[in-house]
């Protein structure tokens, strides 16, 4: 129980829900506080709004709330250009004893799980294009709206739409720009300028999602555990480390390929040695950590210069410390799971066969064979990349038999299967011909040299112990080749059709294109032959985009968007309904298998 405070304004930031709304109205009744300042994360439902207003008036409590504000936050933002929503709320349990449930609570189980109600599926779009509304008005630009036919991604679209146009309509009758999400595009924002809003379903590309990445924050999506910024580090000893705003190597390097991370590292801890050693020379100070051995009769100039350098120099140091940590735990897992063999397999998926797929997983290594959750995810890509009909029952019976006498789950397996058999999804081009730049394993030493002589410094000096230069060493120098992944590949088309592949405009083509600034009669046969409007409608281009994926985001598809996105100096902010590392996307699909056919 709260006790109550009279005398001190109260300020609520809830999610608009009924038992909140009741929550509040009991503190209201019992006048808990002197004021009430009630903040939703996303509006709050006119039935909640009359429930609130109902109990107020009947309790008389109503010149206690000072102010109602809809926030429109109900996302969440780790990087400038990477969001997510809020996690679908729990399932409530009508029996005294709740089951564990099956399916673990995501938008692509709710909305792809044969046991979803068609109320469930409506309420969960509901949720996710209330979400998705929140980040556009936080954007304050009105985009135009294009998404594939036929899936989720449609029925978001025009959901969307329509709470947009809702908006606007509100706020011209309101006559009050306080009330106006949308402000910006009110002072003579041209078509030109307002940005593209493309919403995709997940299944236009699975082998992302469960490919093995080797970008820095790919691999630390897939190898440590990251959430919200957190990196968990479990050995030598569990360690976490945030990754906030401040750190500028992260900043600067999650996107870059890890071998690339790690020369970085050198050469940053380089440069910090040669800092400190300048500041050591001119004040006389041994250890720049410690600032009390500062002699004050030293030259006027060379303190001031050692006070405002030292803080900075100890930040730097701490993050280039969370930086060594992470790197070696990666290297590690590198190692041990193989991941630098896996990554050169799936970049040139297309040339492998069924024969040497298997040979390769039965091989020996000296670290141990391949764990079955990575053989499990390298066989989906492999399936996944194969063109309709190349494998045949005998292929796919080899391959199961192999995934379980290595201990995996085959239940993901059998549910892409049973997908694709259904959609025939083509998604032979995720995964390009092209072959990784780079060398073997002769040439690992070498690009890891830079990390390899970092551990002579005396902030690493306990890790060496471990061998990690052999490990370093062993580690095979393979650079991602320059390929667009699908979700990277539609946005150029919408972005930039002059740049993009026949292909890829024929797909976004038809395209369902939506307008909320239109009248509303115009969107009609916006896309797809034969309507008004269509040359309008299909082919613009943009500066700006802001990229959706109904079912889950990844790391390994947000880098490959960012790399295009700086070639061409296009705005490209990714996001999805959640962030999603590879292992628990496979439990998500295992769940979806094991709850019977599709």
Same mark, same amino acid.
């Given at each position: 129980?709260?006790?109550?405070?009279?005398?001190?304004?109260?300020?609520?930031?809830?999610?608009?829900?009924?038992?909140?709304?009741?929550?509040?109205?009991?503190?209201?009744?019992?006048?808990?506080?002197?004021?009430?300042?009630?903040?939703?994360?996303?509006?709050?439902?006119?039935?909640?709004?009359?429930?609130?207003?109902?109990?107020?008036?009947?309790?008389?409590?109503?010149?206690?709330?000072?102010?109602?504000?809809?926030?429109?936050?109900?996302?969440?933002?780790?990087?400038?250009?990477?969001?997510?929503?809020?996690?679908?709320?729990?399932?409530?349990?009508?029996?005294?004893?709740?089951?564990?449930?099956?399916?673990?609570?995501?938008?692509?189980?709710?909305?792809?799980?044969?046991?979803?109600?068609?109320?469930?599926?409506?309420?969960?779009?509901?949720?996710?294009?209330?979400?998705?509304?929140?980040?556009?008005?936080?954007?304050?630009?009105?985009?135009?709206?294009?998404?594939?036919?036929?899936? $989720?991604? =449609?029925?978001?679209?025009?959901?969307?739409?329509? !709470?947009?146009?809702? @908006?606007? &309509? #509100?706020? *011209?009758?309101?006559?009050?720009?306080?009330?106006?999400?949308?402000?910006?595009?009110?002072?003579?924002?041209?078509?030109?300028?307002?940005?593209?809003?493309?919403?995709?379903?997940?299944?236009?590309?699975?082998?992302?999602?469960?490919?093995?990445?080797?970008?820095?924050?790919?691999?630390?999506?897939?190898?440590?555990?990251?959430?919200?910024?957190?990196?968990?580090?479990?050995?030598?000893?569990?360690?976490?480390?945030?990754?906030?705003?401040?750190?500028?190597?992260?900043?600067?390097?999650?996107?870059?390929?890890?071998?690339?991370? $790690?020369? =970085?590292?050198?050469?940053?801890?380089?440069?910090? !040695?040669?800092?400190? @050693?300048? &500041? #050591?020379? *001119?004040?006389?100070?041994?250890?720049?950590?410690?600032?009390?051995?500062?002699?004050?009769?030293?030259?006027?100039?060379?303190?001031?210069?050692?006070?405002?350098?030292?803080?900075?120099?100890?930040?730097?140091?701490?993050?280039?410390?969370?930086?060594?940590?992470?790197?070696?735990?990666?290297?590690?897992?590198?190692?041990?799971?193989?991941?630098?063999?896996?990554?050169?397999?799936?970049?040139?998926?297309?040339?492998?066969?069924?024969?040497?797929?298997?040979?390769?997983?039965?091989?020996?290594?000296?670290?141990?064979?391949?764990? $079955?959750?990575?053989?499990?995810?390298?066989?989906?890509?492999?399936?996944?990349?194969?063109?309709?009909?190349?494998? *045949?029952?005998?292929?796919?019976?080899?391959?199961?038999?192999?995934?379980?006498?290595?201990?995996?789950?085959?239940?993901?397996?059998?549910?892409?299967?049973?997908?694709?058999?259904?959609?025939?999804?083509?998604?032979?081009?995720?995964?390009?011909?092209?072959?990784?730049?780079?060398?073997?394993?002769?040439?690992?030493?070498?690009?890891?040299?830079?990390?390899?002589?970092?551990?002579?410094?005396?902030?690493?000096?306990?890790?060496?112990?471990?061998?990690?230069?052999?490990?370093?060493?062993?580690?095979?120098?393979?650079?991602?080749?320059?390929?667009?992944?699908?979700?990277?590949?539609?946005?150029?088309?919408?972005?930039?059709?002059?740049?993009?592949?026949?292909?890829?405009?024929?797909?976004?083509?038809?395209?369902?294109?939506?307008?909320?600034?239109?009248?509303?009669?115009?969107?009609?046969?916006?896309?797809?032959?034969?309507?008004?409007?269509?040359?309008?409608?299909?082919?613009?281009?943009?500066?700006?985009?802001?990229?959706?994926?109904?079912?889950?985001?990844?790391?390994?598809?947000?880098?490959?968007?960012?790399?295009?996105?700086?070639?061409?100096?296009?705005?490209?902010?990714?996001?999805?309904?959640?962030?999603?590392?590879?292992?628990?996307?496979?439990?998500?699909?295992?769940?979806?298998?094991?709850?019977?056919?599709?």
């Amino acid at each position: 129980m709260r006790p109550p405070l009279p005398d001190v304004p109260a300020v609520y930031f809830v999610s608009p829900t009924l038992a909140n709304v009741r929550r509040i109205a009991e503190d209201l009744e019992k006048s808990l506080y002197e004021s009430f300042h009630l903040n939703f994360v996303e509006p709050l439902p006119r039935s909640l709004l009359e429930e609130l207003a109902a109990s107020v008036a009947r309790d008389g409590s109503g010149e206690l709330v000072e102010q109602v504000m809809d926030q429109y936050l109900s996302f969440i933002a780790p990087s400038p250009s990477l969001f997510s929503l809020l996690p679908p709320p729990p399932i409530a349990s009508t029996s005294a004893n709740p089951p564990t449930p099956t399916i673990p609570q995501s938008t692509y189980a709710i909305l792809n799980s044969p046991s979803s109600t068609e109320q469930q599926i409506e309420a969960e779009i509901e949720r996710v294009a209330s979400g998705l509304f929140s980040a556009i008005a936080t954007l304050g630009h009105v985009p135009f709206i294009r998404s594939p036919r036929g899936n $989720a991604a =449609e029925m978001v679209a025009k959901k969307l739409e329509g !709470k947009i146009r809702d @908006a606007i &309509i #509100t706020a *011209s009758r309101s006559h009050g720009s306080s009330t106006n999400l949308f402000a910006q595009d009110t002072t003579g924002l041209s078509n030109l300028q307002r940005p593209l809003l493309l919403i995709l379903d997940r299944n236009v590309d699975m082998v992302s999602m469960v490919s093995h990445g080797w970008t820095y924050q790919a691999l630390v999506s897939d190898c440590l555990e990251i959430k919200l910024n957190r990196v968990v580090v479990e050995q030598p000893q569990k360690r976490s480390y945030d990754l906030d705003a401040k750190d500028f190597f992260w900043a600067r390097n999650a996107a870059n390929p890890f071998p690339q991370v $790690a020369d =970085e590292i050198d050469q940053e801890l380089h440069r910090y !040695k040669q800092d400190a @050693a300048e &500041i #050591t020379r *001119s004040t006389g100070v041994s250890d720049v950590n410690d600032i009390t051995q500062l002699d004050l009769s030293t030259n006027a100039a060379h303190l001031k210069t050692a006070i405002t350098q030292l803080p900075e120099l100890t930040a730097r140091k701490a993050t280039l410390d969370t930086h060594m940590n992470i790197a070696t735990a990666l290297l590690e897992e590198i190692k041990k799971r193989g991941m630098d063999e896996l990554f050169s397999t799936e970049e040139a998926i297309n040339k492998q066969t069924v024969a040497s797929l298997l040979e390769m997983m039965r091989a020996p290594r000296a670290d141990g064979h391949f764990t $079955a959750l990575d053989k499990l995810r390298l066989v989906i890509v492999f399936y996944l990349s194969s063109p309709d009909n190349a494998l *045949s029952k005998d292929d796919i019976s080899e391959l199961e038999k192999e995934l379980k006498s290595a201990g995996a789950d085959v239940s993901a397996f059998d549910y892409v299967r049973r997908t694709r058999e259904i959609s025939r999804m083509t998604l032979s081009a995720s995964m390009g011909s092209s072959t990784p730049t780079g060398g073997g394993a002769g040439q690992g030493g070498q690009l890891f040299g830079g990390f390899t002589s970092v551990f002579g410094n005396r902030l690493t000096d306990r890790l060496q112990a471990g061998g990690l230069e052999n490990l370093i060493s062993g580690v095979k120098n393979f650079l991602p080749s320059n390929k667009l992944l699908p979700v990277t590949r539609l946005t150029e088309a919408l972005m930039d059709s002059s740049a993009a592949s026949n292909q890829s405009l024929q797909e976004t083509d038809d395209y369902i294109f939506l307008d909320p600034r239109a009248p509303k009669h115009a969107n009609a046969g916006m896309a797809g032959a034969g309507g008004s409007g269509v040359t309008r409608g299909k082919r613009m281009a943009f500066a700006e985009s802001i990229v959706f994926v109904v079912g889950g985001a990844g790391y390994v598809e947000y880098g490959n968007l960012e790399e295009w996105a700086a070639k061409t100096g296009k705005r490209v902010s990714y996001g999805g309904t959640e962030i999603l590392d590879p292992g628990g996307f496979v439990d998500i699909l295992q769940e979806l298998g094991k709850s019977g056919s599709i």
